[in-house]
């Protein structure tokens, strides 16, 4: 009984944000008030001191992990939520939420002073910062982290959205009821006297089917080069498993700008906030993650003391095209992109096994790059969708809840931190500092106290509206 209570506490009170009222209700259904005391205010001690032990439980693993830099990736961003807004700093490759605070502003000096500390407390160093295009955070990048700041591809793919694909939506719309306004009419005409009636509305249908298989064509042109704008962004070419570098991917998404502009043009669909302006200074940041990537790969290589010329051939343009793609393929969960993932990998594989460098190899050496190549493949980051994510989240939940207090959101990071799981079972924790953690849910039942006993409710009292009781004189 004590282990049911807690669970509801912390799986829908805390972390689904369901009020103390709503789950005395619950618990009263099922009838356990007979045996412990289950009222909202009861209940509500219990919520916050377990919101209490929460961050203790993280200060206590973070004191525990071994002192040592690690280099991450990150992404970061604010969300904003009624009178207050939410800095959010997350390690893109494990999720681990880094800084998740609220505060008064969003300058440079706040995320400063606030991240500053908190990534020398754990030993980070920020080797590429992911973000949108806000100054604070480019400089945040620039000149806090002192790394480069990488262009988030979520956000450019948006902004060439909203400028072109609710129009190009709209006119395939207006075509598709053109074609059912015509096919209407034409049905209508029975009488076959009437040929010149009919020859005109049969030429109107025509007309209104080739508008709509134009407008089809439009739209499927756009949706592929949006589309295209992450598959250019890669360290690896789509095509032919060839090496990507900062020049070739500007040079792709120039052409994927060009057509844009086109379908503008034909479209009649005027650019009035400098969309395509926005769009192209943004290229030198989105290709620079890819040779920010390729220069870990060295860096790494050299700390390895990989001499052997072929052998370094062999990792780069033969083993990582395989584990990268492997592992994209895994991670994305929309049909269009695996597909060309799926394809992109298994000429990958082929190419791994025709190679003869790979049956030189012993087994054992093989399965130490593969680690290393499994840890580089996800190293590479080229956008901050975790972190909208985790925004999205906390939005749905100040939304359908009573807000969100500070001692709140520090929970809730605990929780995305050392409660959530992924397929494989590891915490964001885990997969940061490659340690084992004690489940957060067991600590937390160990730490609490023990439920309270129910309180003698008082007698019903039932007033008679007939009955007159004696006033003394």
């Not at 604010?78 to 893109?92: N, S």
């Not at 001499?307 to 269009?336: F, I, N, S």
């Not at 309180?455 to 008679?464: A, L, V, Y």
Request: hydrophobic share 40%; charged share 30%.
């Amino acid at each position: 009984m004590r282990l049911l209570v807690f669970a509801a506490v912390y799986l829908f009170g805390i972390k689904s944000g369901v009020g103390a009222e709503t789950l005395s209700q619950f618990f009263k259904m099922i009838r356990i008030d007979t045996h412990i005391g289950v009222s909202p205010s009861a209940l509500r001690t219990q919520i916050n001191k377990m919101e209490e032990l929460l961050p203790q439980f993280q200060d206590e693993c973070e004191k525990n992990v071994d002192k040592q830099t690690r280099k991450v990736v990150v992404g970061l961003d604010e969300t904003f939520f009624g009178d207050f807004l939410i800095l959010v700093l997350m390690d893109l490759n494990s999720g681990y939420l880094l800084l998740e605070t609220i505060t008064e502003d969003r300058c440079y000096d706040t995320w400063y002073e606030k991240t500053k500390p908190r990534l020398e407390g754990l030993g980070i160093t920020v080797n590429h910062a992911i973000s949108d295009r806000a100054r604070a955070l480019i400089k945040m990048a620039v000149t806090g982290f002192e790394c480069e700041s990488g262009a988030d591809v979520f956000h450019a793919q948006q902004d060439v959205s909203r400028w072109l694909g609710a129009s190009i939506g709209r006119g395939a719309s207006r075509a598709e009821k053109q074609l059912e306004k015509a096919k209407e009419k034409e049905s209508k005409i029975k009488d076959s006297t009437k040929e010149t009636r009919v020859t005109t509305l049969k030429e109107q249908r025509a007309e209104a089917e080739t508008e709509l298989k134009e407008a089809k064509e439009v739209q499927a042109e756009y949706h592929a080069n949006l589309q295209g704008i992450a598959d250019e962004v890669h360290p690896f070419s789509l095509a032919d498993n060839g090496i990507n570098d900062a020049e070739k991917v500007k040079e792709k998404l120039e052409l994927r700008a060009q057509t844009f502009e086109n379908i503008a043009e034909k479209q009649a669909i005027l650019d009035k906030r400098k969309v395509m302006n926005k769009f192209r200074n943004q290229f030198e940041s989105l290709a620079v993650s890819i040779d920010f990537w390729w220069l870990w790969v060295d860096e790494t290589l050299q700390n390895l003391a990989v001499e052997d010329a072929e052998l370094e051939g062999w990792l780069k343009t033969t083993l990582l095209p395989v584990v990268y793609w492997h592992h994209k393929m895994q991670q994305t969960k929309h049909r269009c992109p695996k597909e060309k993932y799926c394809q992109a990998w298994e000429q990958a594989s082929i190419s791994i096994k025709e190679h003869p460098f790979s049956a030189v190899l012993a087994e054992a050496e093989i399965a130490h790059w593969l680690a290393w190549a499994t840890n580089m493949a996800r190293q590479f980051q080229r956008s901050s969708s975790a972190v909208e994510g985790r925004n999205g989240c906390l939005s749905q939940l100040y939304h359908n809840g009573r807000g969100l207090s500070e001692k709140r959101l520090k929970s809730l990071t605990v929780i995305h931190n050392y409660g959530l799981k992924r397929a494989d079972g590891t915490t964001a924790a885990t997969r940061l500092f490659g340690v084992e953690f004690p489940d957060l849910f067991s600590w937390l039942i160990d730490k609490m106290e023990e439920l309270p006993l129910p309180r003698k409710s008082r007698e019903r009292i039932i007033s008679n509206p007939l009955s007159l009781s004696g006033v003394p004189c």
